[in-house]
């Protein structure tokens, strides 16, 4: 057991005039199975990236052990990956393939170009070899994003039986699988607990539940308090007044009584303006860390046809290649329909296909006359540029289009700054939006919630449990499909 002690921690990028994080301090034990959480763009590859090295900082960390950082950077991807996997750690070939086993992984992968590997097999190889680093602390950001359910089964596993690690993850479920405590970053600090995502997110819960009701209490007693400040007050300036007499009733009030009554009643308004001061600062301690999750909407159109799509037989080639076959189902208004299986069964194929991408296939695709389709696309890569222009350029309501945004934890600041200086999941948002702006019969989201965080997770939950767009979708976040998906079709 050794400890990563982090003390007074501040940092801002050069240029920068905001913070990302501010006198922070706290304790991480190199045992511990440690869960990342917080909302995009509050610093969590940031933190990790402090811990590497990279960049200045104030303050002081100070830690027992090296760092390893996944996805470890593959320079050269046309080397075969037992050449990669030599430079990342000093192994016995016995001691690599036992860990590929626990993973999966079919140790003939070794000999092939690093390229050739599907995401999921460069994902479990990276891990085997930085796990073989005797004495490392790993660093795992987002390893989840682009692995299939099965895989994503696969790692959580492998991670149960690890220990000493910091992994970033947005995924609820895989997180409860492999994780034994939660560093959470919040708006305004950065906290420790013991325990899983579950756990965190009921205590989160009730301390929030907690400080809105004291919260209101406070207020209340605010309230109160300044009611009778003002009314002990008035009191004592009329009794005050009662000193000087009736000039008319010929009768000498008691001076020194008056005086004594107007005293206590103006030591009673100055105690009560006391308490009211102490319940405000009170009061000021509370609500810093609750993230506000306003309600998102949606407007899709409805159509008059009974069927919206219609595929019969369906089979997707690539070249000469077979990508799906056999393919039957169809889409009717209010379905939503979750599109399983593994990477590369043909999810996003048929997605393309829907949108009328020039995808080869057989069999038979019937749309609906007059069909508006919204799409969410995995890639976002090409977006560039500021917001205002991308609103534009997709015919948005620009105010709408931001005010989505802001709901989604848009800092306003990020307005200003191009979109491809936004993070990983700060871009995602960019097309969630976009699509939320748009009318139409049919939603086709292709892994929509890659690097999109928790609570923006559970925004959307509730959007589309609420409104009930038709949807086809293509989603490897387990919890989510479970609470949206009216229907899920395997593809093998």
């Not at 920068?16 to 501010?22: A, K, Q």
Request: charged share 25%.
């Amino acid at each position: 057991m050794a400890l990563i002690d982090v003390a007074n921690l501040s940092f801002c990028y050069d240029k920068s005039y905001d913070n990302i994080f501010e006198n922070v301090s706290f304790q991480l034990d190199t045992d511990w199975k440690l869960g990342f959480i917080g909302r995009n763009g509050r610093g969590k590859t940031t933190f990790l990236h402090l811990l590497l090295g990279k960049w200045e900082y104030q303050g002081k960390i100070s830690a027992p052990t090296l760092f390893d950082y996944f996805p470890y950077p593959v320079p050269d991807v046309s080397l075969p990956v037992i050449e990669i996997l030599e430079e990342i750690a000093d192994f016995q070939l016995w001691e690599l393939i036992r860990e590929l086993n626990l993973l999966n992984v079919d140790e003939e992968v070794l000999y092939r170009p690093y390229f050739t590997l599907s995401q999921g097999e460069q994902t479990k190889v990276l891990l085997a070899a930085l796990f073989l680093n005797p004495g490392h602390f790993l660093l795992i950001d987002e390893p989840t994003n682009h692995l299939d359910m099965q895989a994503r089964e696969v790692v959580a596993n492998y991670l149960k039986g690890k220990k000493g690690f910091i992994l970033v993850s947005h995924d609820r479920w895989f997180l409860d699988q492999c994780i034994d405590h939660v560093l959470s970053i919040n708006k305004t600090n950065i906290e420790v607990q013991k325990g899983n995502f579950s756990t965190w997110e009921q205590n989160k819960a009730f301390q929030d539940h907690f400080e809105l009701a004291e919260n209101q209490r406070l207020k209340k007693d605010i309230r109160r308090l300044e009611e009778s400040a003002k009314r002990t007050s008035r009191w004592s300036d009329q009794v005050e007044k009662t000193k000087i007499g009736s000039r008319n009733s010929g009768l000498r009030p008691d001076r020194g009584f008056i005086g004594h009554k107007a005293a206590k009643m103006m030591k009673r308004s100055k105690a009560a303006q006391l308490r009211k001061e102490k319940a405000a600062e009170e009061k000021q301690q509370l609500l810093h860390n609750i993230d506000s999750a306003d309600s998102l909407a949606i407007n899709p159109l409805i159509h008059h046809a009974k069927r919206l799509v219609d595929i019969s037989d369906l089979a997707v080639t690539y070249g000469e290649y077979p990508v799906c076959q056999g393919v039957s189902f169809c889409i009717n208004p209010g379905d939503r329909i979750a599109l399983c299986g593994k990477n590369g069964s043909g999810k996003s194929s048929i997605l393309k296909l829907l949108c009328k991408d020039n995808i080869s296939y057989t069999g038979v695709v019937t749309l609906a006359s007059g069909l508006v389709v919204s799409t969410v696309s995995q890639d976002t890569s090409f977006l560039s540029g500021d917001l205002s222009a991308f609103a534009k350029e997709n015919r948005l309501d620009e105010s709408l289009f931001k005010a989505i945004l802001r709901k989604l934890d848009f800092p306003r600041i990020q307005f200003e700054k191009k979109m491809e200086d936004f993070s990983g999941g700060q871009k995602k948002k960019v097309l969630i939006a976009k699509s939320l702006c748009q009318q139409a019969h049919l939603y086709l989201w292709d892994e929509p919630l890659n690097f999109i965080d928790v609570l923006s997770r559970i925004q959307i939950e509730d959007l589309i449990l609420r409104h009930r767009p038709t949807m086809l979708f293509v989603e490897h976040d387990r919890t989510f499909v479970d609470k949206v998906a009216t229907k899920k079709i395997q593809l093998e």
